[in-house]
């Protein structure tokens, strides 16, 4: 079966692929590693072959903002940090343990000047990601949250049934329990379609959130070689 990644690379020209294959290298991250750490320079790019990525930012409260996921098939990076040549505002957790594929950005960013494939795919990526983050900002602006519930669900329906609640709330921008009660509501309602879509308990959502006595996050600033490591 073929990879995401080399699928990925089926969008550029022969040459401009082969320069991808050999700048990428393939890393292992566990389950509640961190690939950025607010506050660090962004120094990799990774491509999600296997996993699910969640981008957050901490407020001074020290509440925890959901402003992306990434999962197979996405890039994944502290962007416009890189692009600023600034210090991240946020952090990438792996919430899965995760497959990439790795590369140095200054190394990356190398490639992309010397090649004009590339920089349309680029190009094409930066694009889509406007469009994401403006989507997202009209989102929060202008829809309640019950509307940005099931935007969620009609944008995220492969991921919905990957995440917990807790990270769904912080994505809508709503407490837990509040996502509960409209969760009620709409399944009350028999709009079966987004009902569906997230219909599962969450009696482990501490469970999957890692949240057990003693332990900690690491961060994955040496995410391990996938030929090292253990499947």
Request: proline share 4%; glycine share 6%; net charge neutral.
């Amino acid at each position: 079966m073929t990879s995401h990644f080399e699928h990925f690379l089926d969008q550029l020209p022969a040459a401009d692929a082969d320069r991808g294959r050999r700048l990428f290298r393939p890393a292992l991250v566990e389950r509640g590693e961190l690939l950025v750490r607010a506050g660090d320079r962004p120094e990799r790019v990774g491509f999600v072959e296997r996993g699910l990525f969640r981008l957050y930012q901490t407020d001074a409260a020290g509440t925890e903002r959901t402003l992306a996921f990434r999962a197979e098939g996405e890039l994944v990076c502290a962007y416009s940090a890189a692009l600023r040549h600034e210090p991240s505002r946020l952090t990438i957790e792996a919430l899965e343990p995760a497959e990439l594929m790795i590369a140095p950005r200054s190394t990356y960013d190398a490639l992309v000047r010397a090649s004009l494939g590339w920089q349309a795919l680029v190009a094409r990526l930066t694009e889509a990601l406007y469009l994401r983050v403006e989507q997202r900002q009209t989102e929060l602006l202008l829809a309640d949250a019950t509307e940005r519930y099931r935007l969620f669900l009609a944008t995220h329906e492969h991921v919905a049934g990957r995440l917990t609640q807790r990270h769904i709330a912080s994505y809508v921008g709503i407490t837990p329990e509040a996502l509960s009660r409209i969760r009620r509501r709409l399944i009350s309602i028999n709009d079966d379609g987004h009902a569906a879509a997230y219909r599962r308990e969450h009696d482990d959502d501490d469970a999957r959130d890692g949240n057990r006595p003693g332990r900690s996050r690491r961060t994955a600033a040496a995410a391990q070689p996938a030929d090292k490591g253990t499947r």
